[in-house]
Nanobody, 121 residues
């Protein structure tokens, strides 16, 4: 399953960006949890936010109140609205989905290619 992430860029501190991650083959899959992760230079990849198939959300403490994750099941797309961005939010953002082909019980994790977010001070 290929994921197409978009929306990254360069923004000043305090600004906003919206990331999107589309799953073109999504109609053939049962997509459960969708999430965003980020990796800053020299640091480990970390979970930023996740959303379940029933739209329950979870956020890293560092982004609570500033970021909002959402999903459009008709478009098989997950979004990350990022407000009040800080330089510490800089990194490569990756989307991840847990999905299985419809009619099967087997689920796998699939990563997107990553999109760069740079927040200048």
């Amino acid at each position: 399953v290929q994921l197409q992430a978009s929306g990254g860029g360069l923004v000043q501190a305090g600004g906003s960006l919206t990331l999107a991650c589309a799953v073109p083959e999504g109609s053939s899959y049962d997509i459960q949890t969708m999430s965003w992760h980020r990796q800053a230079p020299g640091k480990q990849r970390e979970l930023v936010a996740s959303i379940t198939g029933s739209s329950n959300t979870n956020y890293a403490d560092s982004v609570k109140g500033r970021f909002t994750i959402s999903r459009d099941n008709a478009k098989n797309t997950v979004y990350l609205q990022m407000n009040s961005l800080k330089p510490d939010d800089t990194g490569v953002y990756y989307c991840l989905i847990r999905a299985g082909r419809r009619g099967t019980m087997f689920m796998s994790d699939y990563w997107g290619q990553g999109t760069q977010v740079t927040v200048s001070s």
